[in-house]
T-cell receptor, first 112, second 114 residues
Framework: EDKVVQSPLSLVVHEGDTVTLNCSYE??????LLWYKQEKKAPTFLFML????IEKKSGRLSSILDKKELFSILNITATQTGDSAVYLC????????????FGEGTQLTVNP | KAGVTQTPRYLIKTRGQQVTLSCSPI?????VSWYQQTPGQGLQFLFE???????NKGNFPGRFSGRQFSNSRSEMNVSTLELGDSALYLC?????????????FGSGTQLSVL
Protein backbone atom coordinates (compact mmCIF):
# COMPACT_ATOMS: atom_id res chain seq x y z
CA GLU A 1 0.00 0.00 0.00
CA ASP A 2 1.27 3.47 -0.91
CA LYS A 3 2.46 5.59 1.99
CA VAL A 4 3.37 9.27 2.36
CA VAL A 5 4.79 10.59 5.62
CA GLN A 6 5.40 14.22 6.47
CA SER A 7 7.46 15.80 9.21
CA PRO A 8 7.29 17.73 11.35
CA LEU A 9 3.56 17.72 11.97
CA SER A 10 3.70 21.28 13.24
CA LEU A 11 6.18 24.09 13.21
CA VAL A 12 6.19 27.56 14.72
CA VAL A 13 8.66 30.15 13.43
CA HIS A 14 9.16 33.91 13.33
CA GLU A 15 8.84 36.06 10.26
CA GLY A 16 12.02 36.00 8.24
CA ASP A 17 13.02 32.48 9.26
CA THR A 18 13.69 29.76 6.71
CA VAL A 19 11.79 26.50 7.08
CA THR A 20 12.22 23.04 5.62
CA LEU A 21 9.31 20.65 5.42
CA ASN A 22 9.89 16.97 4.80
CA CYS A 23 7.99 14.32 2.89
CA SER A 24 9.00 10.70 2.48
CA TYR A 25 7.13 8.27 0.27
CA GLU A 26 6.74 4.61 -0.56
CA UNK A 27 4.77 4.41 -3.78
CA UNK A 28 4.42 1.58 -6.26
CA UNK A 29 5.81 2.63 -9.64
CA UNK A 30 6.40 6.24 -8.60
CA UNK A 31 5.27 8.86 -11.12
CA UNK A 32 5.18 12.21 -9.33
CA LEU A 33 4.93 14.00 -6.03
CA LEU A 34 2.78 17.05 -5.42
CA TRP A 35 2.86 19.80 -2.81
CA TYR A 36 -0.26 21.74 -1.81
CA LYS A 37 -0.91 24.63 0.57
CA GLN A 38 -4.14 24.57 2.54
CA GLU A 39 -4.95 27.85 4.29
CA LYS A 40 -8.61 27.49 5.08
CA LYS A 41 -10.42 24.92 3.03
CA ALA A 42 -9.21 24.54 -0.57
CA PRO A 43 -5.76 23.04 -1.03
CA THR A 44 -3.92 25.12 -3.64
CA PHE A 45 -1.27 23.61 -5.87
CA LEU A 46 2.37 24.53 -5.30
CA PHE A 47 4.64 22.09 -7.12
CA MET A 48 4.69 18.84 -9.01
CA LEU A 49 7.95 16.90 -9.07
CA UNK A 50 8.21 14.10 -11.58
CA UNK A 51 10.74 11.46 -12.34
CA UNK A 52 12.21 13.74 -14.95
CA UNK A 53 12.57 16.90 -12.84
CA ILE A 54 14.04 17.00 -9.39
CA GLU A 55 13.86 20.69 -8.45
CA LYS A 56 11.23 23.38 -8.70
CA LYS A 57 11.30 27.01 -7.55
CA SER A 58 8.73 29.75 -7.30
CA GLY A 59 9.66 32.94 -5.51
CA ARG A 60 10.56 32.14 -1.92
CA LEU A 61 9.38 28.55 -2.24
CA SER A 62 11.42 25.72 -3.66
CA SER A 63 11.19 21.97 -3.62
CA ILE A 64 13.51 19.12 -4.45
CA LEU A 65 12.95 15.44 -5.02
CA ASP A 66 15.45 12.74 -4.12
CA LYS A 67 14.38 9.67 -6.05
CA LYS A 68 17.09 7.51 -4.56
CA GLU A 69 16.24 8.20 -0.93
CA LEU A 70 12.49 8.54 -1.67
CA PHE A 71 11.87 11.91 -0.15
CA SER A 72 11.11 15.49 -1.01
CA ILE A 73 11.60 18.75 0.85
CA LEU A 74 9.78 22.04 0.60
CA ASN A 75 11.81 25.11 1.52
CA ILE A 76 10.35 28.48 2.34
CA THR A 77 12.81 31.34 2.79
CA ALA A 78 12.12 34.71 4.45
CA THR A 79 8.81 33.44 5.81
CA GLN A 80 5.84 35.78 6.11
CA THR A 81 2.70 35.53 8.22
CA GLY A 82 0.81 34.75 5.03
CA ASP A 83 2.79 31.52 4.75
CA SER A 84 0.91 30.18 7.78
CA ALA A 85 -1.01 27.16 6.51
CA VAL A 86 -1.04 23.39 6.35
CA TYR A 87 1.37 22.07 3.72
CA LEU A 88 0.38 18.77 2.16
CA CYS A 89 2.46 16.33 0.23
CA UNK A 90 0.80 13.73 -2.02
CA UNK A 91 1.58 11.06 -4.57
CA UNK A 92 -0.77 9.57 -7.19
CA UNK A 93 -1.38 5.85 -7.45
CA UNK A 94 0.22 4.21 -10.45
CA UNK A 95 -3.20 3.35 -11.86
CA UNK A 96 -4.81 6.76 -11.41
CA UNK A 97 -3.46 10.28 -11.54
CA UNK A 98 -6.50 11.53 -9.63
CA UNK A 99 -6.17 9.11 -6.73
CA UNK A 100 -3.71 10.83 -4.44
CA UNK A 101 -2.27 9.43 -1.25
CA PHE A 102 -1.72 12.37 1.09
CA GLY A 103 0.61 12.79 4.02
CA GLU A 104 -0.71 14.06 7.34
CA GLY A 105 0.37 17.59 6.54
CA THR A 106 2.64 20.06 8.32
CA GLN A 107 0.92 22.90 10.18
CA LEU A 108 3.19 25.93 9.76
CA THR A 109 2.62 28.98 11.94
CA VAL A 110 4.61 32.12 11.20
CA ASN A 111 4.52 34.67 14.00
CA PRO A 112 5.25 38.37 13.41
CA LYS B 1 -11.86 30.78 -15.66
CA ALA B 2 -13.98 29.85 -12.68
CA GLY B 3 -12.51 27.39 -10.21
CA VAL B 4 -14.04 24.27 -8.76
CA THR B 5 -17.34 25.16 -7.09
CA GLN B 6 -18.85 23.15 -4.27
CA THR B 7 -22.25 23.59 -2.68
CA PRO B 8 -23.36 23.91 -0.01
CA ARG B 9 -20.45 25.29 2.02
CA TYR B 10 -21.83 24.06 5.32
CA LEU B 11 -24.32 21.39 6.25
CA ILE B 12 -25.69 20.13 9.54
CA LYS B 13 -27.50 16.81 9.64
CA THR B 14 -28.55 14.28 12.24
CA ARG B 15 -27.64 10.62 12.42
CA GLY B 16 -29.58 8.43 10.05
CA GLN B 17 -30.30 11.16 7.53
CA GLN B 18 -28.83 11.30 4.06
CA VAL B 19 -27.04 14.14 2.33
CA THR B 20 -26.14 15.17 -1.21
CA LEU B 21 -23.17 17.37 -2.03
CA SER B 22 -22.56 19.05 -5.36
CA CYS B 23 -19.43 19.88 -7.33
CA SER B 24 -18.97 21.84 -10.55
CA PRO B 25 -15.52 21.28 -12.05
CA ILE B 26 -13.43 23.79 -13.94
CA UNK B 27 -14.75 24.23 -17.45
CA UNK B 28 -13.24 21.61 -19.74
CA UNK B 29 -12.28 19.26 -16.93
CA UNK B 30 -13.82 15.84 -17.26
CA UNK B 31 -12.38 14.06 -14.24
CA VAL B 32 -13.90 14.77 -10.84
CA SER B 33 -12.60 13.24 -7.62
CA TRP B 34 -13.94 13.38 -4.09
CA TYR B 35 -11.94 13.39 -0.88
CA GLN B 36 -12.85 13.28 2.79
CA GLN B 37 -10.72 15.27 5.23
CA THR B 38 -10.85 14.67 8.99
CA PRO B 39 -8.41 15.67 11.74
CA GLY B 40 -7.66 12.04 12.53
CA GLN B 41 -7.39 10.51 9.08
CA GLY B 42 -6.31 13.45 6.95
CA LEU B 43 -7.29 13.55 3.29
CA GLN B 44 -8.64 10.27 1.97
CA PHE B 45 -9.77 9.43 -1.55
CA LEU B 46 -13.44 8.53 -1.96
CA PHE B 47 -13.93 8.04 -5.70
CA GLU B 48 -13.29 9.46 -9.14
CA UNK B 49 -15.70 9.98 -12.00
CA UNK B 50 -14.86 10.40 -15.64
CA UNK B 51 -17.32 10.62 -18.52
CA UNK B 52 -20.21 9.79 -16.18
CA UNK B 53 -18.56 6.56 -15.02
CA UNK B 54 -16.95 5.76 -11.70
CA UNK B 55 -13.36 5.03 -12.62
CA ASN B 56 -11.79 4.57 -9.19
CA LYS B 57 -13.10 3.92 -5.73
CA GLY B 58 -11.46 4.27 -2.33
CA ASN B 59 -11.99 2.21 0.79
CA PHE B 60 -15.26 3.63 1.99
CA PRO B 61 -18.52 1.80 2.74
CA GLY B 62 -21.32 1.59 0.23
CA ARG B 63 -23.18 4.38 2.05
CA PHE B 64 -20.92 6.72 0.10
CA SER B 65 -21.90 6.99 -3.53
CA GLY B 66 -21.64 9.45 -6.34
CA ARG B 67 -22.50 10.22 -9.89
CA GLN B 68 -21.46 12.47 -12.71
CA PHE B 69 -23.61 14.20 -15.24
CA SER B 70 -23.00 14.79 -18.93
CA ASN B 71 -21.76 18.33 -18.21
CA SER B 72 -19.13 16.83 -15.84
CA ARG B 73 -20.83 18.17 -12.73
CA SER B 74 -20.77 15.63 -9.95
CA GLU B 75 -22.73 14.82 -6.83
CA MET B 76 -21.88 12.61 -3.91
CA ASN B 77 -24.40 11.11 -1.57
CA VAL B 78 -23.99 9.74 1.92
CA SER B 79 -26.87 7.69 3.27
CA THR B 80 -27.63 6.71 6.87
CA LEU B 81 -25.26 9.31 8.27
CA GLU B 82 -23.06 8.42 11.21
CA LEU B 83 -21.28 10.74 13.64
CA GLY B 84 -17.96 9.72 12.09
CA ASP B 85 -19.04 11.11 8.73
CA SER B 86 -18.50 14.62 10.07
CA ALA B 87 -15.75 15.96 7.85
CA LEU B 88 -14.72 18.39 5.16
CA TYR B 89 -15.62 16.91 1.78
CA LEU B 90 -13.41 18.19 -1.00
CA CYS B 91 -13.97 17.90 -4.69
CA UNK B 92 -11.12 18.13 -7.21
CA UNK B 93 -11.08 18.30 -10.97
CA UNK B 94 -8.54 17.74 -13.67
CA UNK B 95 -8.61 17.53 -17.43
CA UNK B 96 -8.46 13.78 -17.93
CA UNK B 97 -7.29 12.43 -14.58
CA UNK B 98 -4.08 11.13 -16.07
CA UNK B 99 -0.64 10.96 -14.55
CA UNK B 100 1.27 14.24 -14.25
CA UNK B 101 -1.92 16.29 -14.14
CA UNK B 102 -2.41 18.54 -11.16
CA UNK B 103 -5.68 18.43 -9.28
CA UNK B 104 -7.58 21.65 -8.60
CA PHE B 105 -9.61 21.59 -5.41
CA GLY B 106 -12.80 23.33 -4.41
CA SER B 107 -13.35 24.96 -1.03
CA GLY B 108 -15.24 21.97 0.25
CA THR B 109 -18.46 21.24 2.07
CA GLN B 110 -18.14 21.10 5.85
CA LEU B 111 -20.56 18.41 7.04
CA SER B 112 -21.48 18.13 10.70
CA VAL B 113 -23.49 15.12 11.85
CA LEU B 114 -25.22 15.51 15.21
Amino acid sequence: EDKVVQSPLSLVVHEGDTVTLNCSYEVTNFRSLLWYKQEKKAPTFLFMLTSSGIEKKSGRLSSILDKKELFSILNITATQTGDSAVYLCAAPKETSGSRLTFGEGTQLTVNP
Amino acid sequence: KAGVTQTPRYLIKTRGQQVTLSCSPISGHRSVSWYQQTPGQGLQFLFEYFSETQRNKGNFPGRFSGRQFSNSRSEMNVSTLELGDSALYLCASTTLGGQNEKLFFGSGTQLSVL
